[in-house]
Each structure stands twice: as C-alpha cells, then as structure tokens.
C-alpha cells in the first residue's frame, strides 16, 4: 500500500459523495490544500473549528474532512483577525488541507440521516425525501423501530445512541404512545415537516426545531410526536462510516491513509441549567 496525495482522497471522496449531489446553495469540496501533497492521516469532524484544527495539528492528520462547509456564504476576506480566516491561516501555515462534504454526504445512501437512522434503533430505511435523478437518494430518512416502542422509552433510546451534549433530547408529544414509523433528518430539520406529514410517521428525530415551525406541525399533525437533538450529535455518527469507506475505497486502488473520527464536540452550547419543575420530578 501506498500513501495518496491528497488528489487521490479528493478523488475518492468525490466518487462517495459526488459534488453534483449537493443542493444548489451548497458549497462543499476542497477549501485549502495542496494537491501534490501526501496524506497519511484524515481526522474527520462535524465543524471545520478551531478545536478541530487543535486536534488535527495535535495528531498529525494532513486533512480534515469535515461536513459542514467554512465558507459557504462567501466572503470578501480570509484575514486570520476573523475566526474562518483565522481557521484558514492555521491550515495553511500547518499543513493541513480542509474538504466538506455536506448536503452531497446529506444525500448518498448510505450518508448522514442512515447514520442517524441506524444509532437510534431503525430498520428498513428509505429517503423522506427521494432525489429528483435518483429515488434511493434523498434528505432524511423513513424506517420502523425494532421493536415499537412507547414514546419516552425512544427518546431515552435516541439520547442513548448519541454523544452526550448540553441540551439533550426535547420531545413534543405524549410520552405513553406507540411509535413504530419514524422519519429522521440530521442536522436542521424542519423545512420537510411537509414530508413528514406525507410519510405518515409516528415520531420525527431532527435538530434545531424553531418555535413557531414545532408549534405549527404539532398543530397540523398532533400524533405524529417531535424529538429534538443536537445539531452537532444528529450529524456525528456519520463520521464513523465515512471513515470507513473512505479507508476501503482508498485500499481498493492500492492505497492506504489512517483515519480518525474527531473527539472534540464542536456543539456550541456548553451547559444546561434544569428549571425548578425538573429538579422537583
């Protein structure tokens, strides 16, 4: 086995989640990196951060594949006084060659919602959402949980299958129901509560519910229940199985690069204080 430069894991990493893929507004690819350069070690991570850049110049990772784009709203400086181009200026200076794979790795089967599928118990997965070219692709996910389960218990389950954050898991709903068909969508989830209700599900796993948004399915769809996770935790067991593709891919052409999934959280809430009414239960 050889090293690859970082063209070849490019390369790879295109031919697994194919740019073409993404949404229109999207801006995944390679940000920063020379492509002649070799690439022993990728630490892959949910936010291209500063406490992701920390540990890949700690571990000695020459790339960082990471889903959340740095700069997907453009922007008219990289000065490192800003915290992206701060980001930047670290990469360069140490080496390290930055590449996002967001709604492209959203979409490709299997991507970020069958890994989210998967940690919270569900069987039998399909898009909630199909691609217009490809029907087994898709944001999100539809399945059933084996065996149904009683609405609290699944949420216990879903915090259980992911990693620890501030916030933890909310759920909207009566907590004594049956749920079976679930519908899931890593990271922020509710523009599809269109196709949530069309899927016909019992529960939806998603992050960042808005208020309002929650508020109004709850109204239109009253037993079809909402539990809400961490962004940065609906997001993070996806790494796990792009390493392990992106290491079978790279061996298939004779090639071999180690991988390491991040430890950092990069979730930006760091403490939950519980109101009076929790303490008391």
Known sequence: MSTPTLAQVVAVLDELYPPAWAEDWDRPGLVCGDPDAPVEHVLLAVDPVDVVV?????????????????????????????????????????????????TNADSARPGVSDALARVVGLV??????????????????????????????????VAQGLPATAGGVRVSGDPDAIVERVAVCGGAGDSLFADVRAAG????????????????????????????????????????GAAE???AHLASLGLSATTTVSTRSSDPWSFHVPSPSETTR
């Open 124 to 157: 039998d997965l399909e898009p909630l959402v199909p691609a217009s070219h490809d029907a087994t692709l898709g944001l999100g996910r539809v399945g059933r949980l084996e065996p149904p389960l009683p609405l609290r218990a699944f949420a216990e389950q």
């Open 201 to 240: 599900v019992d529960a939806y796993v998603t992050a960042d519910l808005r208020h309002h948004p929650a508020s109004e399915a709850r109204e239109q769809a009253p037993g079809i229940a909402l539990v809400e996770v961490s962004h940065w935790a609906s997001e993070w067991p996806w790494l796990h």
């Open 245 to 247: 593709r992106l290491t």
């Open 54 to 102: 920390d540990e890949a110049i700690e571990t000695g990772a020459q790339l960082v594949l990471a889903h959340h784009p740095l700069l997907m709203r453009g922007t008219s400086t990289v000065a490192a006084n800003f915290p992206k181009g701060r980001v930047v200026h670290r990469l360069i200076r140490e080496g390290v060659a930055l590449f996002t794979a967001h």
